[in-house]
């Protein structure tokens, strides 16, 4: 089975604070994601990674950054956390190799049991 | 943009009814098609995926894909309180990424 962990399930930072989530995958995926999630918006790709040190803007990319240094580690750092960064942050991997999207087995995500955040 | 529209719900259906999940996405292009279901408070969890045009069956869930209607069903048969929760329904929108919809609510009464 896939186990795809998080650092923290809850978290407390305030306004200002850097913040580190960490998610680790156990699989040997290639690919490794960094959604949030809230109420009535759904998921938001924030960032994705598809190889080491390799990493690409999802849709809402502004105040956040990451780090895949590597394979199995991707990391989403909330450089000067504020309040709307308050969410639920959650972590998914997906084996995909690139050339292979569409052919099953390659895009199917694995998510982990995510971070709820909440910076006062 | 590409879209993933889902009625947000609440679905009710009563015990042992057939529940029944629609979606619809924009890109013509996609190929691969995904149910997720999470339930309140936990992380989306893989019940079911379709590649190709028709129906997939496994167990009690019932996946229906329409490309030329660009339209996904999710069926689930004999519902039971425990299937409460929101489907997501996820498409493939690229570079090995997924589009998810914003889900739909379900609630199976006893």
């Known amino acids: 089975d896939v186990k795809v962990t998080q650092s923290s399930r809850y978290l407390v930072k305030r306004t200002g604070e850097k913040v580190f989530l960490e998610c680790v995958q156990d699989?040997?995926?290639?690919?490794m994601f960094w959604y949030r999630q809230d109420p009535g918006l759904g998921l938001r790709l924030i960032y994705f990674?598809?190889?080491?040190?390799?990493?690409e803007k999802g849709d809402i990319p502004e105040g956040y950054s990451v780090s895949r240094e590597k394979k199995e580690r991707f990391s989403l750092i909330l450089e000067s956390a504020s309040t709307n960064q308050t969410s639920m942050y959650l972590c998914?991997?997906?084996?995909?190799?690139?050339?292979?999207?569409?052919?099953?087995?390659?895009?199917?995500?694995?998510f982990g049991p995510g971070t709820r955040l909440t910076v006062l | 943009q590409k879209e993933v529209e889902q009625n947000s719900g609440p679905l009710s259906v009563p015990e042992g009814a057939i529940a029944s999940l629609n979606c619809t996405y924009s890109?013509?292009?996609?190929?691969?098609f995904f149910w997720y279901r999470q339930y309140s408070g936990k992380s989306p969890e893989l019940i079911m995926f379709i590649y190709s045009n028709g129906d997939k069956e496994d167990g009690r869930f019932t996946a229906q894909l329409n490309k030329a209607s660009q339209y996904v069903s999710l069926l689930i048969r004999d519902s039971q309180p425990s299937d409460s929760a929101t489907y997501l329904c996820?498409?493939?929108?690229?570079?090995?990424?997924?589009?998810f919809g914003t889900g739909t609510r379900l609630l199976v009464s006893p």
């Open positions: 990674s598809y190889d080491v040190k390799m990493k």
């Open positions: 998914a991997s997906s084996l995909g190799l690139i050339g292979l999207a569409g052919v099953p087995g390659y895009n199917e995500q694995f």
């Open positions: 699989m040997d995926h290639e690919n």
């Open positions: 890109d013509r292009g996609s190929q691969s």
């Open positions: 996820a498409v493939s929108g690229g570079f090995q990424k997924l589009v």
